[in-house]
């Protein structure tokens, strides 16, 4: 297990990055806990690898015109300990202790977490949950891309090779604001079997905007659009029965379909719950 | 600069390292291989056991998921450096005492991660022992002496 011959440059600047992924196979290694791995199992073999670690200004967390705004270089370690997105984005703070271990928290970033892309995956979730943006730069200049819009299929995203993702921002949370996470995994650190990541806008007794972001249910996080529907009515019951028609799982190595929309259920109410607790 | 084969410059231990090396070559291959530095296991080399765990910065990474070439102008610490130290003496003690290792293969990154933990300072539950440990894979021992160990240890800190 050691990874196929590949030439490496560290990447001085956001500019020279976007130079250097201009190379056929060229490959940006960001905190490396997932590309590494797949190098070392060769299931990955780039011609090059653009190491952006060295570049400034793509880590940090600020609050900015009521949107709270991650580096897609900040360190998963970082997210974890963070006042401002405690404070700020409650839904990301609930979830960071689920992604893999201490070692890997200090060396992955929020931003390779996205663009990655692994469907059990946590942040992604989070990320379309909170109805985030994700700023982007090309060789054509920097873009902008809404969560709905930012997972593309299994592994895929509105990236192509030539891009870095620089940072995203998220709504920040207000005292109306209601989230919710839960996740079954074998052993703690695994990615999930399933998992959801749930936000809303409390409204009275009541919820609005509820968004739900299932992971580890399709090729990519997916939206529950019926069940977000009727937990906006404050129908719990009806929420766990419209899964049937939201989300159809597949059997992978962890679980058969039926049994991974049955925890998507059991999930759905304790998230559900979270949501209508009142915000201490 | 887009080249396969780098000089890099790093302190392991302590001591300054020049070294020329294959951008394929991970961490703790580098170690071993180069340095002969053999405490860092390699174990499941994609990032699951954790027996390659070592400290560059400051903090617990897994030697199997960085690149040596990443480590230019790093501050790498290894098993070997940090029980030298006497950094972990007391830890190291604990383990002996309470039987927490059999064949020792994961003990290195058992150390390393528990005392990451432990440097955080108060004394841990039980739960955030074994939470804190959870990607650290023991195959013989099973994980209650171990747990044992690093609570008795910070306890022991603690009063201190």
Request: glycine share 10%.
């Given at each position: 297990m050691k990874p196929?011959?590949?030439?490496?440059?560290?990447?001085?600047?956001?500019?020279?990055?976007?130079?250097?992924?201009?190379?056929?196979?060229?490959?940006?290694?960001?905190?490396?806990?997932?590309?590494?791995a797949t190098l070392n199992m060769r299931l990955s073999q780039p011609a090059l690898l653009v190491d952006i670690n060295g570049i400034d200004g793509l880590g940090g967390i600020a609050l900015k015109d009521g949107q709270l705004e991650i580096g897609a270089l900040t360190r998963h370690a970082q997210t974890e300990r963070s006042a401002e997105v405690a404070r700020h984005a409650p839904l990301i703070a609930l979830a960071m202790p689920h992604i893999g271990h201490p070692a890997i928290?200090?060396?992955?970033?929020?931003?390779?977490?996205?663009?990655?892309?692994?469907?059990?995956?946590?942040?992604p979730a989070c990320f379309l949950a909170l109805g985030g943006e994700a700023e982007i730069k090309g060789p054509q200049g920097p873009r902008t891309v809404k969560a709905d819009d930012f997972f593309k299929g299994l592994f895929e995203t509105a990236l192509t090779p030539r891009d870095v993702l620089t940072s995203i921002r998220v709504p920040a949370a207000n005292a109306?604001?209601?989230?919710?996470?839960?996740?079954?995994?074998?052993?703690?650190?695994d990615y999930a079997m399933v998992g959801l990541a749930g936000c809303a806008r409390a409204d009275g007794a009541r919820l609005g905007e509820v968004r739900l972001a299932y992971f580890g249910v399709g090729p990519m996080p997916l939206r529950a659009r019926n069940a977000e529907a009727a937990l906006a009515r404050g129908d719990v019951d009806a929420a766990v029965a419209a899964l049937s028609t939201d989300l159809d799982p597949?059997?992978?190595?962890?679980?058969?379909?039926?049994?991974?929309?049955?925890?998507?259920?059991?999930?759905?109410?304790?998230?559900?719950?979270?949501?209508?607790?009142?915000?201490? | 600069m887009n080249e396969r084969f780098h000089d890099i410059t790093l302190t392991v231990n302590g001591e300054a390292v020049r070294e020329h090396v294959d951008a394929r070559k991970t961490l703790v291959d580098f170690l071993r291989e180069d340095l002969a530095l053999t405490g860092s296991h390699v174990g499941c080399e994609h990032g699951v056991c954790g027996a390659c765990t070592v400290r560059v910065d400051g903090v617990v990474v897994r030697g199997c998921l960085m690149l040596a070439v990443q480590c230019d102008g790093a501050r790498v610490e290894t098993i070997e450096g940090i029980a030298d130290?006497?950094?972990i003496a007391d830890l190291q003690q604990a383990f002996i005492a309470r039987n927490a290792l059999q064949c020792g293969f994961c003990t290195p990154g058992m150390l390393l991660t528990a005392q990451e933990l432990l440097r955080a300072g108060g004394v841990p539950s039980r739960?955030?022992?074994?939470?804190?440990?959870?990607?650290?894979?023991?195959?013989?021992?099973?994980?209650q002496a171990i747990v044992d160990a690093v609570e008795a240890v910070a306890q022991a800190r603690a009063s201190d």
């Open positions: 196929a011959p590949f030439a490496y440059a560290k990447a001085r600047s956001l500019a020279h990055a976007i130079d250097l992924l201009a190379q056929e196979d060229a490959r940006l290694l960001a905190g490396g806990q997932s590309l590494i928290r200090n060396r992955g970033t929020f931003g390779g977490s996205l663009a990655f892309a692994d469907p059990a995956a946590e942040l109306d604001t209601r989230v919710g996470f839960a996740e079954f995994a074998r052993r703690h650190g597949s059997d992978d190595i962890q679980a058969t379909g039926p049994v991974k929309r049955h925890l998507a259920g059991v999930l759905l109410r304790r998230v559900a719950k979270q949501l209508m607790e009142a915000r201490s | 130290s006497h950094e739960e955030t022992i074994r939470t804190h440990l959870s990607g650290n894979y023991c195959r013989c021992t099973g994980y």
